[in-house]
T-cell receptor, first 114, second 112 residues
Framework: GAVVSQHPSRVICKSGTSVKIECRSL??????MFWYRQFPKKSLMLMAT?????????EQGVEKDKFLINHASLTLSTLTVTSAHPEDSSFYIC??????????FGEGSWLTVV | QKEVEQDPGPLSVPEGAIVSLNCTYS??????FMWYRQYSRKGPELLMY????GNKEDGRFTAQVDKSSKYISLFIRDSQPSDSATYLC????????????FGKGMKLTVNP
């Protein structure tokens, strides 16, 4: 079964509003989680590395004020897309590193901005 | 040269065939090697994880790592239509960066 859970799996929001996506590690503690974006038929694009208790590290070209990441506990990281626009519509996926260096992905969240 | 090269395919095989998927890489610091399977519109699912060189078998899946050639493989025996998916190789080094570096992903279709 899934060891990393994402919620919601699908969300539709109006342009200009904000939407939050949660990523939870279900049976392990994850000091590090990762947020990705995936465009159709493309590989995963790392957006940021989320560290528990500290600020996220964003990849070049990713707007930190637009994609707010909070890793408040060892089992939860959240991604908030602020002032969403249609071009933010995408598949967002999180992953978490388990002890032993295995990295598990969530089921992904489809965001549609209308 | 990209850090990780993977032929994106697509690859189409008949049911029961042996499938060989491969990636090459350029960074000799990579120590952890993973294969993920991603069904359409879903998150990647970890299939195999290997540390350093060697082989690992799990059911119909075998992962091989040849660090001297910087080459990793995933073999699928007795392929099934349910194996139809995109297969991504991923790897990372043992250093401070925990980021995974992915191949482009190979789209596999197993025809009944």
């Amino acid at each position: 079964g899934a060891v990393v859970s994402q919620h919601p799996s699908r969300v539709i929001c109006k342009s200009g509003t904000s939407v939050k996506i949660e990523c939870r590690s279900l049976d392990f503690q994850a000091t590090t989680m990762f947020w990705y974006r995936q465009f159709p038929k493309k590989s995963l694009m790392l957006m940021a590395t989320s560290n528990e208790g500290s600020k996220a590290t964003y990849e070049q070209g990713v707007e930190k004020d637009k994609f707010l990441i909070n890793h408040a506990s060892l089992t939860l990281s959240t991604l908030t897309v602020t002032s969403a626009h249609p071009e933010d519509s995408s598949f967002y996926i999180c992953s978490a590193r388990r002890t032993g260096n295995t990295i598990y992905f969530g089921e992904g969240s489809w965001l549609t901005v209308v | 040269q990209k850090e990780v090269e993977q032929d994106p395919g697509p690859l189409s095989v008949p049911e029961g065939a042996i499938v060989s998927l491969n990636c090459t890489y350029s960074n000799s610091a990579f120590q952890y090697f993973m294969w993920y399977r991603q069904y359409s519109r879903k998150g990647p699912e970890l299939l195999m994880y290997t540390y350093s060189s060697g082989n690992k078998e799990d059911g119909r899946f075998t992962a091989q790592v040849d660090k001297s050639s910087k080459y990793i493989s995933l073999f699928i025996r007795d392929s099934q239509p349910s194996d139809s998916a995109t297969y991504l190789c991923a790897m990372r080094d043992q250093g401070g960066s925990e980021k995974l570096v992915f191949g482009k992903g190979m789209k596999l279709t197993v025809n009944p």
